[in-house]
C-alpha cells in the first residue's frame, strides 16, 4: 500500500485502542495467574494487530508487534518460561504502542519506531534477552515508567493540542432505542398537524393537549437518553488504576492486593477522564506511603499483601468512589506540625481531625522525609483538590493510625445537567449549584454582625460574604428581616453567603458561555431559567477561593 487511506488507518486505531485496554487486563491476570487461555487471547491481541496494521500501510507497528509475538509464541510452546522482565515489557509495550496510537490518529504517516525499548529488551537479532529464567514468583524486574516513549515529543504535543473532535464508542441498543422515541415523537407531531389541518376532528382540544403531554414526555426520554449517550462504565479507569498500583508496587518491592467493586457504574466521559490524574495521584501515595513493606507487616502481625480497595456506588445525586487501604493511615500529630512548619496553620490553632487531615490538601504540603521519584516535592494533593472541584466534585480523608486510610470522593454523573438553587439577588436571577452548597439557612440580621462579615453557624464563627458584592451591584440591598445564606466548604473552609431570597430548586441544563466570560471567575456557565430567560451559574467553589485568598492577605497585610 503506496499511500495511506486515514478513514481505514483511523477505523483500525479505533479498534486496536480498545484491543490494547483488553491487552492491558490480561497482562494483569498474568501477574496474578499464568493460564493457557490468558496467554491465548494475549497471542490473539498482538497477532489482530499485527495483520490489521499491515493490512492498512502501517508496517512499522506491524514490525513491532511481531517482535512481541514471537515472545508470547515462545511462552505458549513451552521453549521459555514467563518471568517477571517478559511481563513488564508486555505492560511497557502497551503503553507504548498507546501514546504510538494517539499520535497516528492525528497524523497516520507519522514515522517512529521504537528502538530505545528493543535495545531494553532484545538483542541485535531481536530475540529476548533473559537475564536469568525464573519463575515469575522468583523474580523481581523494576519497573521504569515509560513517560517518553516517542522520539519526537514536542511534536506529539503539538499533535495533541489540535485535536478537534473525540470519538465515543455508544451500544447499538442505545442509539436504537432513541431512534424508537425520534419515531414516536415524529408520529405525535402527525397528529398534531392534522387536528390544526381538520378543525371539524371531534373532541379536537383533548386531542392537542393529549399528544401534548405525550411529546413532552417523550421529549424528557430523549434528551435523558441522548446524555446516557456519554456515560461510561468506570471499569476502564479502574483497569488502569491496577495498573499504576501493580507498576509501583513492583518499583517499590511491595506485594498488594487490588479489589474493585461496582465497574459497571456510569459517569459522563468528561468527568471520567478528569479522574484519571486524581485517582492515579490518590493510589500511588497509597502505594508509597500508606501501605508498609513486607517485612514491616510481617511485623505488626497484618498480612503479608497490603490490600487496596476501589469502589464505585451510584448515588441519588451523583456517583461516590471510595479508595481505601490497609495500611498505616495518617499521623494526624505529624501532618499539623509539618503544616506549622510551613506556616499553613498558625501554631495555636484547634482543629478537629477532620480539618487536620484536610491540611494534606494544601500547596506545597508534604510529610515526606525525602524526595524521590514518586513523593516529597508537595505537588500532588493539592492538584487532585483543585481537578475534583472543576467537575463540581468533593473530597473527604477518614484514617485511623495503624488500621488504614479512606478516600471518599463525592462526583456528579453528569456536567450536562445540575440540580440547582434558583435564587434572587437585587431582583436578578441566578443559579446555584446544590452540589457546591452544605446547608441553606434563614437568618436574621439582629443575630449576626453584617459589618464584621461573620457568622456564626452551628456555634462556630465562620465568614460571611453577600453574592451582591461578588457581582458588583451598587444597588444592594440592606436587610432588615430574616434572608436565605447559603453554606459552603472548599477545601475544609465554611463560608456564609449571603442572597435575597430562594425562588425554588431546579434541574438546569448547562451552556457554555462565549469568550467574554472567561475571565470570570464567578460564573461557570450559562442556562435558561424555568421563565425562559438566559441566566448565569455561579462558581461557588472559584467565589469561596478568591474570598478566602482576600482574606489571607488582609490578615497578612493589618499584622
Known sequence: MSELDDDLVKSFLEEATDLLSKWEGYCLQLEKELTPDTLNALFRIAHNIKGSSRAVGLNDVGQFIHIIEDVIVSIKEGRSQLNRKKLTMFLDAQTIMNEWFAVLMLESSYKFFPEEFIGKYFNEKKEFVEDEDVSLEAQEVSTEA?????????????????????????????????????????????????????????????????????????????????????????????????????????????????????????????????????????????????????????????????????????????????????????????ILEKAIEKNLVKANSTMTKEEIFSLIFLPGFSTAEKVTNVSGRGVGMDVVMKTLEEVNGKILVGSEEGRGTKFKISIPTSLSIVDSLIVNINNDQYVIPIHSLEEVVDVDPVHMKMEDSIYVYRGKVIPFLHLGDVLQDTNQKKHHGVFPVLVTKVQGKRLAL???????????????????????????????????????????????EKYFKYLQTSKEVSA
Open 146 to 334: 515509560q513517560s517518553k516513549p516517542l522520539a519526537e515529543e514536542a511534536k506529539v504535543i503539538q499533535l495533541k493540542k489540535e485535536v478537534k473532535d473525540e470519538v465515543l464508542r455508544v451500544s447499538t441498543k442505545k442509539i436504537d432505542g432513541l431512534l424508537n422515541l425520534i419515531g414516536e415523537l415524529s408520529i405525535q407531531q402527525s397528529i398534531l398537524e392534522n387536528c390544526i389541518q381538520q378543525s371539524a376532528v371531534k373532541d379536537q382540544e383533548a386531542l392537542v393537549q393529549s399528544s401534548l403531554n405525550l411529546s413532552r414526555k417523550i421529549t424528557k426520554e430523549i434528551y435523558s437518553m441522548a446524555f446516557g449517550l456519554r456515560m461510561t462504565p468506570v471499569g476502564g479507569i479502574f483497569q488502569r488504576l491496577e495498573r499504576a498500583i501493580k507498576d509501583l508496587a513492583r518499583d517499590l518491592n511491595k506485594d498488594i492486593d487490588v479489589v474493585f467493586h461496582g465497574s459497571e457504574v456510569e459517569i459522563e466521559k468528561t468527568i471520567l477522564d478528569k479522574l484519571i490524574d486524581p485517582l492515579t495521584h490518590i493510589v500511588r501515595n497509597s502505594v508509597d506511603h500508606g501501605l508498609e513493606k513486607n517485612e514491616e507487616r510481617a511485623g505488626l502481625e497484618k498480612p503479608k499483601k497490603g490490600q487496596i480497595t476501589i469502589s464505585a456506588i451510584k448515588q441519588d445525586d451523583g456517583v461516590e468512589i471510595i479508595v481505601k487501604d490497609d495500611g498505616r493511615g495518617l499521623n494526624q500529630k505529624r
Open 498 to 544: 449571603g442572597v435575597d431570597m430562594v425562588l425554588g430548586q431546579h434541574q438546569s441544563v448547562v451552556r457554555t458561555l462565549s469568550s467574554y466570560f472567561e475571565k470570570s471567575f464567578a460564573v461557570s456557565g450559562g442556562t435558561i431559567l424555568p421563565s425562559g430567560e438566559p441566566g448565569l451559574i455561579l462558581n461557588i467553589n472559584s467565589i469561596s
